[in-house]
């Protein structure tokens, strides 16, 4: 079981663009909200590379990224963010039934510990895949095969839990089954696609590897 974090883990949207508006902000740069919602669940080099410009160099978009993610974790633990509705629920569920379950996240690693301690799901996770060890982001499917090789499962036999295209498009070349969160209505081609996770019925994982 792969997880997405954010959009689908939790709603962390908002420190993610206050962080972002404070960062730009110290380089000059007035961000708006509609440049921030287009880039939303991106990596960082490529968000910079799109807002400053592909000649934009290495040391400023590691400087402009470290501190934009750790503005970021400050909210995060400020903020007592929470779990989206079901996620929690299914993570201990399908832990308690003996899944195996990672962390697939196009995040920095201290992000993904930062957020899964607020969240209290910290010890349900066996393994992990963020930004710093891919070379590529979302839709590749890089992210997705490098957690479920941690996990030792094949990938006909993982399931993607994602709240964007990129990511559902991810997951389906990674040769891995889908489920989808529409976050904000709109329709994804996941194998199944729900509102919410609360949403899901209770067969809903075992369906997909039947």
């Given at each position: 079981?792969?997880?997405?974090?954010?959009?689908?883990?939790?709603?962390?949207?908002?420190?993610?663009?206050?962080?972002?508006?404070?960062?730009?902000?110290?380089?000059?740069?007035?961000?708006?909200?509609?440049q921030f919602?287009?880039t939303f669940?991106?990596?960082?080099?490529?968000?910079?590379?799109?807002?400053?410009?592909?000649?934009?160099?290495?040391?400023?978009?590691?400087?402009?990224?470290?501190?934009?993610?750790?503005?970021?974790?400050?909210?995060?633990?400020?903020?007592?963010?929470?779990?989206?509705?079901?996620?929690?629920?299914?993570?201990?569920?399908?832990?308690?039934?003996?899944?195996?379950?990672?962390?697939?996240?196009?995040?920095?690693?201290?992000?993904?510990?930062?957020?899964?301690?607020?969240?209290?799901?910290?010890?349900?996770?066996?393994?992990?895949?963020?930004?710093?060890?891919?070379?590529?982001?979302?839709?590749?499917?890089?992210?997705?095969?490098?957690?479920?090789?941690?996990?030792?499962?094949?990938?006909?036999?993982?399931?993607?839990?994602?709240?964007?295209?990129?990511?559902?498009?991810?997951?389906?070349?990674?040769?891995?089954?889908?489920?989808?969160?529409?976050?904000?209505?709109?329709?994804?081609?996941?194998?199944?696609?729900?509102?919410?996770?609360?949403?899901?019925?209770?067969?809903?994982?075992?369906?997909?590897?039947?």
């Amino acid at each position: 079981m792969l997880w997405d974090l954010d959009g689908t883990l939790v709603d962390s949207e908002e420190q993610h663009w206050l962080a972002w508006r404070e960062a730009m902000s110290a380089e000059g740069v007035a961000l708006t909200h509609d440049q921030f919602r287009a880039t939303f669940g991106w990596r960082n080099d490529a968000i910079l590379r799109t807002w400053l410009g592909t000649d934009i160099d290495a040391e400023r978009i590691e400087r402009i990224g470290d501190a934009k993610e750790e503005l970021y974790r400050n909210l995060v633990r400020r903020d007592r963010i929470a779990p989206l509705p079901g996620a929690a629920e299914w993570v201990r569920r399908l832990k308690e039934d003996g899944w195996l379950q990672a962390v697939a996240s196009s995040a920095p690693r201290l992000n993904i510990e930062v957020v899964l301690d607020a969240i209290g799901l910290a010890d349900q996770f066996q393994a992990s895949a963020s930004a710093e060890d891919v070379e590529r982001g979302k839709p590749d499917p890089q992210v997705f095969l490098l957690a479920a090789s941690r996990l030792g499962v094949p990938p006909a036999r993982s399931i993607v839990v994602e709240d964007a295209a990129a990511g559902i498009e991810g997951a389906h070349r990674a040769g891995m089954r889908s489920i989808g969160v529409r976050r904000d209505g709109a329709p994804l081609p996941a194998d199944i696609a729900v509102a919410s996770l609360a949403d899901l019925p209770p067969d809903a994982f075992t369906s997909l590897i039947r």
